[in-house]
């Protein structure tokens, strides 16, 4: 009789902790197929290892993760059936990681309003070996915002772009702009409000839409579909007329955004394709090294308020507009300008023989493998205090054994004027 009531005992503790029947050991992994949904598993097992086993996982609403020390892990693929949500979330968590799994969208629902992945207010965040395919949206495939010590490893980023507007016609893009048009826009890994962040080993890779007449033709890419009365500052008298813009191709591959707070950030060994711009850097300290962008119409640029910026031993083949780039922009002001940066032993090859090469004539002096822009407004501070060595623009393509003729009138372009660039060092460069 007392073993009875010892068994009947012991069975009622296991019945009302607080994680449940089917809860796991403290550090040991659950498995989701042990569950009625992926939510439930994290529910259930707070802060432990949560396996996804290999198979299909289809989604209505987004995973959400918001206890320290959660892991999701495995070869599953999750495929979200809502466009209007993530697939996963982290959000206000610690000491979080995520790894092996695929997130995707169900067939013929691609086009999204959100991201796939999304940290937010979290720390110590670990994002190796994922692959984020065909969740194209406006928002990074891969958002991290507000965030700090964080690394993205090895992921896989496939197809991320969409048809969209851009709408410049509000508030502040008003008075600049006053116009919105039909664009490609898409961005595959996305950083902001950020610090000590590594981007490492990514492949970040587009092959949905290309930037071809035909393309453009289709969904009449740059087209105003609508137009304030009165034309914004930063527009010429011939956009406004014609009705009409040449970079109807927007999003990077990878964007580091928020340069008054994001900082200490590692770009390396990335391999990105088919972008519109392969890196775009608003931010300070950083370091872009032994990346691979091809067929970008602009390799990379460092704008905005950027300062600290190390860009050293990348590959940029097939650039159009320009390979390297470092400009003011419209947040740049006292106290967030640009510059003391280094361009050092970067390979230019096969300059303006990408996607875009039609939309950019090389003889329209738009089209230089390295440019140092002015500010785009009158009261912008100057870029200043950038060194540019041992670098190399090739002249051959491809395979070639005889050279091409160049594609731009100069190797670099240092803009004049009041707020052009200054004490800038040029030496020891092959053009």
């Known amino acids: 009789m007392k073993s009875i009531l010892f068994v009947l005992s012991w069975l009622?503790?296991?019945?009302?902790?607080?994680?449940?029947?089917?809860?796991?050991?403290?550090?040991?992994?659950?498995?989701?197929?042990?569950?009625?949904?992926?939510?439930?598993?994290?529910?259930?097992?707070?802060?432990?290892?949560?396996?996804?086993?290999?198979?299909?996982?289809?989604?209505?609403?987004?995973?959400?993760?918001?206890?320290?020390?959660?892991?999701?892990?495995?070869?599953?693929?999750?495929?979200?059936?809502?466009?209007?949500?993530?697939?996963?979330?982290?959000?206000?968590?610690?000491?979080?990681?995520?790894?092996?799994?695929?997130?995707t969208r169900s067939e013929g629902k691609e086009e999204a309003t959100s991201e796939a992945l999304r940290f937010n207010n979290a720390s110590f965040v670990r994002i190796d070996e994922v692959q984020v395919i065909n969740n194209r949206a406006k928002d990074g495939a891969i958002t991290v915002t507000d965030s700090s010590h964080v690394t993205i490893r090895d992921c896989l980023v496939q197809n991320y772009s969409r048809i969209t507007v851009d709408d410049r016609t509000q508030a502040n893009d008003g008075k600049k702009y006053g116009y919105a048009f039909n664009c490609i826009d898409g961005t595959g890994i996305s950083v902001s409000k950020c610090s000590d962040v590594l981007i490492e080993g990514n492949r970040v890779i587009e092959q949905f839409l290309r930037a071809t007449p035909e393309m453009k033709q289709q969904y009449q890419l740059g087209t105003f579909v609508k137009q304030n009365e009165l034309a914004g500052t930063l527009v010429s008298k011939q956009t406004w007329e014609s009705k009409y813009v040449n970079n109807w191709h927007q999003g990077s591959a990878i964007i580091v955004s928020s340069p008054t707070e994001t900082q200490h950030v590692r770009l390396l060994n990335n391999h990105i394709e088919n972008a519109a711009q392969g890196i775009d850097i608003h931010a300070d300290h950083v370091t872009v090294q032994g990346n691979i962008v091809v067929n970008a119409f602009i390799g990379m640029k460092a704008m905005h308020g950027s300062r600290y910026t190390l860009i050293t031993g990348n590959q940029f083949s097939k650039s159009v507009l320009?390979?390297?780039?470092?400009?003011?922009?419209?947040?740049?002001?006292?106290?967030?300008?640009?510059?003391?940066?280094?361009?050092?032993?970067?390979?230019?090859?096969?300059?303006?023989?990408?996607?875009?090469?039609?939309?950019?004539?090389?003889?329209?002096?738009?089209?230089?493998?390295?440019?140092?822009?002015?500010?785009?407004?009158?009261?912008?501070?100057?870029?200043?205090?950038?060194?540019?060595?041992?670098?190399?623009?090739?002249?051959?393509?491809?395979?070639?054994?005889?050279?091409?003729?160049?594609?731009?009138?100069?190797?670099?372009?240092?803009?004049?004027?009041?707020?052009?660039?200054?004490?800038?060092?040029?030496?020891?460069?092959?053009?």
């Open 12 to 103: 009622s503790i296991v019945l009302v902790t607080p994680s449940g029947l089917f809860a796991q050991e403290p550090g040991k992994p659950c498995s989701v197929a042990d569950y009625p949904s992926i939510q439930a598993a994290v529910d259930d097992n707070p802060g432990r290892p949560i396996y996804i086993p290999a198979g299909d996982h289809l989604l209505s609403e987004s995973v959400t993760i918001s206890t320290d020390g959660t892991e999701l892990f495995g070869h599953g693929r999750l495929i979200q059936q809502n466009p209007n949500a993530a697939v996963v979330r982290f959000l206000d968590a610690d000491h979080v990681t995520i790894r092996g799994v695929t997130l």
């Open 322 to 431: 320009w390979a390297i780039g470092l400009m003011p922009g419209a947040a740049s002001e006292r106290g967030n300008e640009d510059g003391d940066s280094i361009i050092a032993n970067n390979i230019i090859s096969e300059f303006g023989y990408g996607d875009a090469a039609w939309i950019w004539p090389h003889d329209e002096h738009a089209c230089f493998p390295i440019r140092l822009d002015r500010g785009q407004e009158p009261d912008d501070p100057p870029l200043k205090n950038v060194i540019i060595t041992g670098n190399i623009i090739s002249e051959t393509r491809g395979n070639s054994a005889s050279p091409v003729p160049p594609r731009y009138k100069m190797p670099i372009l240092m803009e004049q004027g009041t707020n052009g660039p200054k004490e800038i060092i040029i030496t020891n460069n092959h053009f």
